[in-house]
């Protein structure tokens, strides 16, 4: 069975940072790319980041692009989404999501997590 497990979420002012976890298991995760896309209430889902399986190629939406950077942990089967200078409008649940063919700028999914909320008060 496979889990996608979120944690890092929480509650942070303007200008602040967070680091978001995913935990892998159930799967080859060094065959998958692993993204993340996140949801605010009312809106659609929005790509904000993904990685390739081999963590060589990063994508990111202009929205986030030098704010937030992806990585991945092969050994430790776990990807992470460092998020700095942080703004209110990057409030949202976020998900992490493993797809076994590449993600590049989408929210396409194989597998993905149940979320972690990031608030940014202004």
């Known amino acids: 069975q496979v889990q996608l497990v979120e944690s890092g979420g929480g509650l942070v002012q303007a200008g602040g940072s967070l680091r978001l976890s995913c935990a892998a298991s159930?799967?080859?995760?060094?065959?998958?790319?692993m993204g993340w896309f996140r949801q605010a209430p009312g809106n659609e889902r929005e790509f904000v980041a993904s990685?390739?399986?081999?963590?060589?190629?990063?994508y990111y939406a202009d929205s986030v692009k030098g704010r937030f950077t992806i990585s991945r942990d092969g050994a430790k089967n776990a990807v992470y989404l460092q998020m700095n200078s942080l703004k209110p409008e990057d409030t949202a649940v976020y998900f992490c999501?493993?797809?076994?063919?590449?993600?590049?700028?989408?929210?396409?999914?194989?597998?993905r997590g149940q979320g972690t909320q990031v608030t940014v008060s202004s």
């Open positions: 999501t493993a797809r076994r063919q590449a993600i590049g700028t989408t929210t396409m999914y194989d597998y």
């Open positions: 159930g799967l080859a995760f060094n065959s998958y790319a």
């Open positions: 990685i390739s399986w081999r963590g060589v190629t990063t």
